[in-house]
């Protein structure tokens, strides 16, 4: 069982960016860098990259979901040796998370997807409350902590607008910025998206 699989992505330089961007303005930047397309490996068909995803929903959205990463939930889904070394912290807590904001963000708009995936991992572990709300109100099997198999197919369950509906239906609980990573890092897993949803 997983809940999360890494594809191999892009190697953009986007470096001082920090408000949302659509796919269409992140691709024409990532076609300006100096750096040749296919050597860094750009996402089969043109898909979505968790860091594509992280620079999508702009840095002040990263900046609060990683100040919400729970500690204690790292260490309970065994997560803490292979975050510190991701996001090269001889330490980890919260200050030292706070403090490499600012580097971890450069590295993301570099398109380091092994970064990304532990980012992503940690920042959705801390919140699975919400995981399963969510899994359960859009109708998809999971194993009642949130985490479902990685072939799952949920084609029937994401049906147009379904994106808004999810939002719309949390937003009164839960902050808008941790629903809209998930909704994306879904539609990441289970479709092929190619823009950043931002409500």
Known sequence: MAWTEIRLGTRQTLRGRTEPLERAQFLALRAASPHDNEAHGFGILGEMTLSELFVGLGRERFDSLLGEVSMGALRTYKLVDSFKVRARLLKLNRDKLRKAAPKLWDRLNEGDEDLARELSQGMLVSNLEFVVEALDHLGIEHDGNGFFDKDA????????????????????RYPEHLILLYINHLDWELGKPETVFVG
């Open 153 to 172: 197919q949920a084609d029937d369950k994401l049906v147009e607008g379904w994106r808004e509906k999810l939002l719309a239906a949390f937003r009164e």
